[in-house]
């Protein structure tokens, strides 16, 4: 029996009506563009309101909305630098009133006994100081303070003093702390220099705030700069929470960490969950450096590049992120320790481009401290969620309107199977023939309106290892 929606059963003027249905219109698999969310501090010089989500599409429009220098302006800036056409949104935090701004040091002594440059590296960007013979400590200092003052971006401003250029973090909080330094004397002999790392940052806005600002924005990757257990365990209830069965929006959370492999893999241990990548790049030699919030801004916006969910990202350069020193590049024991401990390690590969290893989320282990391995790629939950989008939406358009009759199951389940052929020809799922007997559309036992579904998914797994052995025939 044809059913229309428009033209009512008992007309009596004699006419040929013809409505339109469009509810079979859409045959294929839904889109999978990615919508990046970051979240960070403002400053009060950025015209953007606090806890109200605001876009971008520029350095100079970042800087207008947030600030010059503040933790969205970077955060941004790195995430475009990464990907130039990623869709991003910023929730911008104030700085909690009761935090405190990072401090640290650059102290030069002595006296210029011929001319060269002296490099201030400040997160990542240079401050170029020409050293001319006989300038003193104190002149070249406050050169590099002149220098700063001329450069719109940097996340600190920059002060000097008988021979010390003083930097003091934009925001207030711990975030400031990861304010990367650094100095390269070039040419310039009889100055030395001594660093003093940022320190001091405390007390970060909660991130709840803007959490709670996110609940309904039906965001994919959502990056934090606070990478400590505390808000990360606020991240990861709130993408538990949207991603679940009921909500349906699901995410994952970017992060990212620089100390030590150790710190890394015990904040890893501490989250546990399958929708948190923590990236880690050992920073602790290099003269020029990205904050890990940079860091962590990339690698989301590298991830949201790639629409395919169950394609790997092994390899995928970070552009826009300097390359570290060899001697602080992860060695091959190193990396698999962060994978099997649920660390998403970073490695220079050709070309001196940062790229990533093997995105791994942080869960290893069940709710019984079993090993679990189910969750390890990145890809198997969002291909999982991939799957649902697409189930989902096809029984939505199929049936918006529908009479649950005894023959509604199996057209339902017919839909289903057909979205599962299609993921399986692009290469999403696979072996859905052989699962097709555990496809399952019934009816509900106690509720008279509803219908459950069982849909086996055997998802695609990345080609990560290829192991050969090559025999010597003499």
């Not at 971008?56 to 429009?61: C, G, I, P, Q, V």
């Not at 440059?117 to 300038?135: E, W």
């Not at 709130?238 to 679940?244: P, T």
């Not at 991939?386 to 029984?395: D, F, L």
Request: proline letters at 5%; hydrophobic letters at 40%; glycine letters at 8%.
């Amino acid at each position: 029996m044809i059913q229309f929606d428009q033209i009512p059963g008992s007309i009596m003027k004699p006419g040929v009506y013809v409505e339109f249905n469009t509810l079979t219109a859409v045959r294929g698999l839904p889109g999978n563009k990615q919508k990046i969310l970051i979240i960070g501090q403002k400053t009060s010089a950025g015209t953007a309101s606090a806890k109200v989500p605001a876009q971008a599409f520029s350095d100079e429009e970042a800087e207008a909305l947030f600030g010059p220098g503040s933790l969205c302006h970077q955060m941004l800036w790195a995430a475009l630098k990464a990907n130039p056409y990623a869709g991003i949104t910023v929730i911008p935090l104030a700085d909690d009133a009761n935090g405190a701004k990072a401090t640290g040091a650059f102290t030069l002594n002595g006296t210029a006994s011929a001319s060269g440059t002296i490099t201030f590296y400040i997160a990542g960007q240079a401050l170029i100081v020409g050293v001319a013979k006989g300038d003193t400590a104190t002149v070249i200092a406050s050169a590099a303070a002149a220098a700063a003052a001329k450069t719109h971006d940097l996340p600190v401003t920059v002060a000097s003093s008988e021979g010390v250029v003083t930097l003091t973090a934009r925001n207030k909080g711990t975030v400031g702390n990861q304010i990367t330094q650094g100095v390269q004397i070039t040419g310039t002999a009889g100055v030395t220099s001594s660093t003093t790392s940022m320190s001091g940052g405390a007390t970060d806005p909660d991130i709840q705030d803007a959490l709670t600002v996110a609940l309904a924005g039906g965001y994919d990757i959502i990056v934090t700069p606070y990478n400590t257990q505390t808000p990360l365990a606020s991240l990861r209830d709130h993408l538990d929470a949207v991603s679940g069965p009921l909500e349906q929006r699901p995410a994952i959370g970017v992060y990212a960490v620089k100390n030590t492999l150790s710190d890394a893999t015990t904040l890893a241990g501490q989250l546990n969950s399958g929708r948190l990548v923590g990236a880690f790049a050992r920073y602790s030699n290099t003269t020029r450096r990205n904050p890990p919030y940079e860091i962590a801004s990339a690698v989301a916006a590298v991830m949201a590049s790639e629409d395919d969910p169950a394609r790997p990202l092994n390899g995928m350069n970070l552009n826009g992120i300097y390359p570290y020193s060899v001697a602080d590049r992860l060695l091959r024991s190193e990396q698999e320790s962060c994978m099997n401990n649920g660390v998403t390690p970073l490695e220079v590969g050709p070309g001196e481009l940062v790229r990533i290893v093997r995105a791994v989320s942080t869960y290893t282990v069940d709710g019984n401290g079993i090993a679990d391995p189910s969750l390890l790629d990145i890809t198997t939950i969002r291909t999982l969620d991939y799957v649902r989008k697409a189930v989902r939406e096809r029984i939505a358009l199929r049936f918006p309107r529908e009479k649950l009759s005894a023959k509604t199951p199996q057209r339902v389940r017919a839909e289903i199977i057909d979205v599962l052929l299609k993921l399986e020809e692009a290469e999403i799922v696979e072996n859905v023939a052989d699962n097709l007997d555990g496809v399952t559309v019934e009816r509900n036992a106690s509720d008279a309106n509803r219908l459950d579904a069982k849909i086996p998914t055997d998802v695609v797994n990345g080609l990560h290892v290829v192991a050969g052995r090559i025999d010597l025939i003499l």
